[in-house]
């Protein structure tokens, strides 16, 4: 449990509380993402579980379509993540296309 404590960012005084996320992590997630946005994909908006303690934000790159950018150990940091970064722009749909 101290070891997965750890992995996490987590000092072993936070086992005892629940979804606690520790900033400079967030922060480095959120360097992390910044460099994949800077490749020209787009953050879409969604955190998704992908697994059981593995959850995803999807983003959307103009030749693969649909892609993760980014990969966590629960939803509470995937979302503090996602609020942080900036989002692709969805297309009006009462505008006409080009």
Do not use: F, K, N
Request: hydrophobic share 40%; proline share 8%; net charge negative.
């Amino acid at each position: 449990m101290i070891d997965e404590a750890l992995a996490l960012g987590l000092s072993p005084s936070d086992l005892g509380r629940p979804h606690v996320i520790s900033p400079d992590r967030v922060r480095e997630d959120l360097a992390a993402l910044a460099d994949v946005v800077s490749t020209g994909i787009e953050v879409d908006g969604q955190v998704v579980q992908v697994a059981e303690s593995t959850w995803a934000i999807y983003g959307y790159a103009i030749y693969d379509g649909e892609v993760i950018v980014g990969e966590y150990p629960d939803a509470e940091e995937a979302s503090e993540v996602l609020q942080a970064a900036p989002h692709r722009e969805q297309p009006d749909e009462d505008e006409p296309g080009p």
